[in-house]
């Protein structure tokens, strides 16, 4: 039986997987032994595909996946196909045609019908061998949209470029662009998730505040759409944290298992960190 579902459920052997992924009208899992699993009904195993760090999928049957070695392979009528020219990938996203991979290095890598993005310099409306995409480094995690991929930064920052019909690039209007572009009002991120069908992307700050923008019903109790970041609520009784507080000692930037919070106008620490680097400096 088919229909809405307005809880979750476990699915079937559900404490056994380790990664999932959605695609059009199936799902894929990587398992505990690193072995590839799709199902639309019935979990079946894609005997093709082991040693799975990476899994992706978009429009119709297409899928991607990174193995240990740092291969790249797809789906091709049943047969587990290498995709040439690629290595060191530690990560990869499908959009709904185009196809994203992250290197070691922290640059990321496209093929596929490429419908809006810059590599090697040039605009292109088909890439079918892999190229470098520009203007993005330091990429430390992937995701991507219907319009186009979205990239995390080791600073924390977040990157969109692409398509951007739903505002999923975060700018503040519908303009595409075909070179990555900062995301609005997101510092300290840890984590971003997206799907390569939809127009919708999500962040997690590191004091794991979410933040949600794109093409609509993005959970901030509006059907509208987003061109901005927006704070998502977990209960009625949140109080959004605009700015997170840093601490330096000697130039060092600190990071507190405990975070910083501003009460009535005084800062409140926690003084462990500190007096443990202090002692490090006698």
Do not use: C
């Not at 894609?46 to 899928?63: A, E, H, K, Q, T």
């Not at 505040?209 to 794109?214: A, H, I, M, V």
Request: aromatic content about 10%; hydrophobic content about 40%.
């Amino acid at each position: 039986m088919f229909g809405n579902l307005n809880r979750a459920y476990a699915g079937v052997g559900s404490s056994s997987w380790k990664d999932i992924a959605v695609g059009g009208g199936f799902s894929l899992a990587i398992k505990m032994d690193d072995t590839l699993w799709a199902w639309g009904k019935s979990p079946s195993k894609l005997n093709d595909f082991s040693d799975i760090i990476s899994i992706s999928s978009g429009y119709g049957n297409n899928l991607i996946s990174a193995k240990k070695d740092g291969t790249v392979w797809t789906l091709d009528r049943g047969k587990a196909i290498q995709i040439q020219n690629l290595n060191d990938v530690v990560a990869v996203a499908a959009a709904s045609y185009d196809f994203y991979a992250l290197k070691k290095d922290g640059t990321v890598w496209i093929f596929g019908s490429n419908g809006v993005g810059k590599v090697a310099g040039e605009s292109v409306h088909k890439q079918y061998s892999p190229k470098i995409v520009e203007g993005i480094a330091d990429v430390v995690t992937i995701q991507a949209t219907a319009g186009g991929p979205l990239y995390l930064k080791k600073d924390g920052t977040v990157w969109a470029s692409g398509r951007n019909s739903g505002g999923q690039l975060g700018i503040g209007s519908y303009e595409d662009s075909n070179v990555p572009v900062q995301v609005k009002g997101l510092h300290k991120i840890i984590k971003i998730a997206a799907h390569g069908t939809g127009f919708r992307s999500r962040a997690i700050r590191e004091d794991e505040t979410l933040f949600s923008w794109g093409g609509g019903f993005t959970g901030d109790g509006t059907k509208w759409y987003r061109t901005e970041s927006v704070w998502i609520k977990s209960s009625e009784s949140d109080d959004f944290v605009e700015n997170l507080i840093n601490v330096t000692v000697n130039g060092k930037l600190l990071e507190f298992e405990q975070l910083p919070v501003l009460v009535d106008g005084t800062t409140m620490v926690s003084l462990r960190k500190i007096f443990k680097l202090r002692g490090k400096m006698r």
